[in-house]
């Protein structure tokens, strides 16, 4: 675990780093941290940040990313990768100059609207100034090729493990979030920038490539194979995967002849596979208590090795085997509807994902195991947060993104107003944020809005107690 000062001195260095990026390369004022816009529309420059008050350099501003499509070729001998991330965006400002999110590895050439554009990086900026300036509203499309050993990102919000590109003795997997995708691709990194995704990636056989959505087509090259993936449904970027192993796949079907294609070690037990069995029940489940499956396909992703995270990327959950359970796998299904689906405004909005999750993970439990068990781990949900004295997940820092609090006291926080505005008034607030803001990015503040709007009631005491005062609240209970 890193240590409070640590945190704080590594994320100075790094808001220093890029300050004194800024300043050599584009001659920009050194006050603003995050580059405002106003700032920014002077010199037709795109601000290198978005605002998030937990990570104020990630994604960037002046343009609108429709599609990725990231064609590499990765050798599973030195991991070193070869390609081109092609970039299709709309300007939201007239820019002399846009930034990107991209760390490590070797730029060969760029490209806007197929003229060579000239480019200029600092700590994970990339700043690209295209031959002719790009018009407000425009449509304009980005090419950066690049080669190189894509290196796994230290995150100050996730001090006990490396994300991003990692690489494990069966092959290759990508945990991104928060930050970890500007490690393989140029990237607009931050949940606002939603785009659309084709994944083209080329391996020796005999891998396999998993990425999000559907898989396409294959083709053939002799001794090696290309994987066609497409993600047909905006994406934020921390859920984007490739992962390369010489998986067992296993297809099925789930509701609605929704395809369901997992992904396991070749090794892999049949208690191994029996841990995903309760999936179509599970798609049953959630997709009527709060709206049919978001997206077109659905599976996961299983690792044989010592890394005890689960991740829910888009449509392809990934799983350490220490998270093979049936809580986790719910757990990874619900943050489809809420994390993927509905996405954060910003990162300190984060209870939004994990108390989600973690509360719905419990109506599975509900629903399996009934309401004496149900009620018996949310008292035990709540001793924990009282025996630890968890604060309130309603305003994290960065290093308590991922803390107790956010989960615990998230999902507690739900089952509070569910006793307080009743089971009805509940599950239609949770259906209600999840149809006004699904496909798109909510913060807190949208989330009451929602629950005053269909309870009628006035919840800022409420909603205040549990995700913003300090002290414990008192046990909830059914009026
Ligand atoms: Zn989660």
């Known amino acids: 675990m890193l240590k409070l000062p640590s945190v704080f001195a590594i994320i100075l260095t790094q808001l220093l780093l890029l300050l004194a990026g800024c300043q050599a390369n584009r001659a920009l004022p050194p006050a603003p941290l995050a580059v405002t816009p106003s700032v920014a529309l002077k010199n037709n420059t795109g601000a290198a940040g978005l605002g998030d008050p937990l990570y104020?350099?990630?994604?960037?501003?002046?343009?609108?990313?429709?599609?990725?499509?990231?064609?590499?070729?990765?050798?599973?001998?030195?991991?070193a990768v070869t390609g081109t991330t092609t970039i299709r965006a709309e300007t939201t400002q007239a820019l002399s100059s846009f930034n990107l999110d991209f760390q490590g590895?070797?730029?060969?050439?760029?490209?806007?609207?197929?003229?060579?554009?000239?480019?200029?990086?600092?700590?994970?900026?990339?700043?690209?100034?295209?031959?002719?300036?790009?018009?407000?509203?425009?449509?304009f499309t980005t090419t950066v090729a690049y080669h190189g050993i894509p290196r796994a990102i230290d995150d100050p919000g996730v001090p006990f493990e490396k994300i991003g590109w990692l690489v494990y003795q069966p092959g290759i997997f990508v945990i991104s979030e928060p930050?970890?995708?500007?490690?393989?691709?140029?990237?607009?990194?931050?949940?606002?920038?939603?785009?659309?995704?084709?994944?083209?990636?080329?391996?020796?056989?005999?891998?396999?490539?998993?990425?999000?959505?559907?898989?396409?087509?294959?083709?053939?090259?002799?001794?090696t194979r290309t994987y066609l993936w497409e993600m047909r449904n905006p994406m934020a970027s921390y859920l984007a995967t490739i992962d390369i192993a010489e998986f067992k796949v296993v297809t099925a079907q789930g509701p609605h002849q929704l395809?369901?294609?997992?992904?396991?070690?070749?090794?892999?037990?049949?208690?191994?596979?029996?841990?995903?069995?309760?999936?179509?029940?599970?798609?049953?489940?959630?997709?009527?208590?709060?709206?049919?499956?978001?997206?077109?396909?659905?599976?996961a992703v299983v690792l044989d090795d010592n890394f005890s995270t689960a991740l829910e990327a888009q449509t392809l959950s990934i799983f350490g085997p220490n998270t093979l359970f049936d809580a986790a796998v719910a757990h990874e299904l619900s943050h489809q509807w809420?994390?993927?689906?509905?996405?954060?405004?910003?990162?300190?909005?984060?209870?939004?994902?994990?108390?989600?999750?973690?509360?719905?993970?419990?109506?599975w439990v509900e629903h399996t195991q009934g309401q004496a068990a149900f009620a018996a781990t949310m008292h035990n949900l709540y001793k924990s947060m009282k025996d630890q004295k968890l604060g309130p997940p309603g305003s994290p820092d960065v290093q308590g993104l991922f803390a107790p609090a956010t989960y615990v006291r998230g999902a507690l926080t739900l089952h509070a107003l569910r006793l307080r505005v009743g089971d009805a008034n509940f599950f239609k607030i949770l259906r209600a944020y999840y149809n006004r803001y699904q496909y798109g990015n909510a913060a807190t503040a949208d989330f009451i809005g929602v629950a005053e709007e269909v309870s009628g009631e006035q919840l800022d005491n409420f909603f205040n107690t549990w995700l913003y005062a300090d002290a414990v609240p008192p046990e909830p209970r059914a009026p």
């Open 105 to 139: 590895l070797q730029i060969q050439k760029i490209t806007v609207n197929a003229a060579p554009a000239n480019f200029q990086r600092a700590a994970s900026e990339l700043t690209i100034t295209p031959a002719t300036p790009l018009r407000n509203g425009e449509q």
């Open 259 to 299: 395809p369901l294609r997992n992904y396991f070690p070749p090794s892999a037990s049949q208690k191994m596979l029996a841990t995903f069995d309760t999936t179509g029940a599970m798609l049953q489940f959630y997709s009527d208590l709060i709206a049919p499956f978001p997206f077109e396909a659905y599976g």
């Open 56 to 79: 104020p350099t990630l994604g960037n501003g002046g343009y609108d990313v429709l599609h990725y499509t990231i064609d590499l070729a990765v050798d599973m001998q030195s991991h």
């Open 338 to 363: 809420f994390g993927d689906s509905v996405s954060v405004k910003t990162w300190r909005d984060i209870w939004l994902n994990e108390g989600f999750a973690t509360y719905l993970e419990n109506l």
């Open 179 to 223: 930050s970890g995708a500007m490690g393989w691709y140029p990237v607009n990194n931050h949940p606002l920038d939603k785009a659309t995704y084709t994944f083209r990636i080329t391996v020796a056989k005999p891998y396999i490539v998993a990425a999000n959505g559907l898989l396409q087509a294959t083709f053939d090259q002799g001794d």
